[in-house]
């Protein structure tokens, strides 16, 4: 298994240019770049050429584009914004070697049925593998453990990537994430580990189901989250590729951004080791 790191977890304290830096020393194989904040951010004083010179000299590599948001139940100019963003993150996923895009279901106070829930994130993914597949990119669909996202838990995400049925459409699966709403690990017992592109590991102080919100998460391994439970079963389905870690704690944040980064990656192979050998250099 590969390790990566989410540059959520060093938001508020680093830039791309400091996350690669640190990264890189510290023996992570990949990156996943935040396409909202922190590319951008980037190509204000450096250019995308620039980025791709560091990847093809590093061993750090560019895992996903986190991420395409609020992807599915749009109305009709929100459906076009979320095409047009996605066929741009197309060609800077091939200038760069971006393996993935993290697609985000919609989040909303608005009362939707799942029937039209599911009908429209498969129609969405439909057409973003289709404009993907020439470029070799897949999608990775992250459900959100909140009570206002319209995809929040595992069963309900798996049984959508499922019926898109393509082969360059899959998941993120997030510890936090399946945590925070209940996800039933049975569910997970009788996945397809393929259908699992990247695994995200976290943890979080233990509040009730519904209540759990993206500042409660913690190093893995130091909260509520039965890691054990999840990291065993993916290896008996078969996952094996990328753990990244993804934290957005704001006490985290006010470490110096080299020392989150390594305590992410210490904290992270003390969970993960019992179960995966991870390499790094």
């Known amino acids: 298994m590969k390790l990566c790191f989410n540059q959520a977890t060093t938001l508020e304290n680093s830039n791309l240019a400091k996350d690669l830096e640190y990264c890189d020393k510290h ?11 922190k590319l951008p951010e980037y190509l204000k004083e450096k250019s995308l050429n620039e980025l791709v010179e ?27 914004e979320i095409i047009d963003e996605f066929k741009e993150m197309m060609e800077t996923a091939k200038k ?36 993907a597949d020439p470029y070799g990119v897949k999608i990775a669909v992250e459900f959100v453990g909140h009570p206002q996202c319209t995809v929040n838990t595992f069963g309900q995400a798996y049984d959508i990537v499922e019926t898109v049925n393509r082969e360059n459409v899959g998941l993120v699966l997030d510890c936090f994430h399946f945590h925070a709403m209940g996800s039933d690990l049975e569910d997970l017992k009788k996945a397809d580990g393929s ?13 009730p189901i519904g209540f759990l919100r993206d500042e409660d998460r913690v190093w893995p391994g130091l909260g509520g989250i039965d890691l054990d439970s999840i990291l065993s079963t993916l290896k008996k389905i078969g996952f094996s590729d990328v753990v990244s870690v993804e934290l957005f ?14 305590t992410a990656k210490e904290t992270t192979l003390k969970v993960v080791s019992k179960y995966y050998d991870l390499q790094t250099v």
């Open 195 to 207: 259908k699992i592109f990247i695994l995200h590991i976290d943890d979080t102080e233990d509040f």
């Open 96 to 131: 760069l070697g971006v393996k993935y895009v993290v697609a985000v279901p919609l989040v909303t106070e608005q009362k939707i049925l799942k029937g039209d829930i599911k009908n429209s994130c498969v129609e969405v993914l439909k057409e973003l593998s289709d404009i």
């Open 54 to 80: 560091f990847f093809n000299t590093h061993h750090i590599k560019p895992l996903a584009f986190n991420a395409l948001v609020f992807f599915n139940n749009r109305d009709e100019a929100g459906y076009k």
């Open 27 to 37: 023996g992570y194989d990949y990156i996943e770049i935040r396409t909202m904040d």
């Open 249 to 262: 704690r704001p006490e985290y944040y006010e470490l110096d951004a080299e020392e989150a980064i390594k």
